[in-house]
């Protein structure tokens, strides 16, 4: 999802889908409300699992000083202005994402099992 939103120019976009998008997006950038961290794999760290590997949100992952779940909630709406936009977008859910390479307590990020790789498209 994140990645199909450097495609969109929501310059483009009729208003109300840009201002949309500003709202949704608020939550996930690096000043926005959210503090939602990316880790920093690079260099050494980058290890062939790290590039094969998928990032996935935890089902109770929440932003400071609101309920579980809103991470999801928001990503929904990302994915919302992204669809409105012209992007496909859909939510895929595992209970087992793969081998954990890195985690936090809003996410993960995984090496799926090559026969389970999920398929978005």
Do not use: N
Not at 13 to 19: D, E, L, P
Not at 59 to 80: M, P, Y
């Amino acid at each position: 999802m994140f990645a199909a939103r450097d495609y969109v120019d929501f310059s483009q976009q009729k208003g109300s889908i840009q201002r949309a998008h500003e709202e949704a997006f608020y939550w996930f950038s690096a000043d926005g409300g959210g503090g939602l961290t990316y880790p920093r794999l690079k260099g050494k760290a980058r290890t062939a699992d790290v590039k094969k590997s998928l990032f996935w949100f935890r089902v109770d992952a929440k932003f400071f000083h609101r309920e579980a779940g809103s991470v999801i909630v928001r990503a929904r709406e990302l994915a919302s202005v992204l669809t409105l936009a012209g992007c496909e977008i859909r939510e895929i859910q595992t209970k087992s994402p793969g081998k954990i390479v890195w985690e936090d307590s809003r996410q993960v990020l995984a090496l799926p099992d090559s026969k389970k790789v999920p398929r978005a498209f």
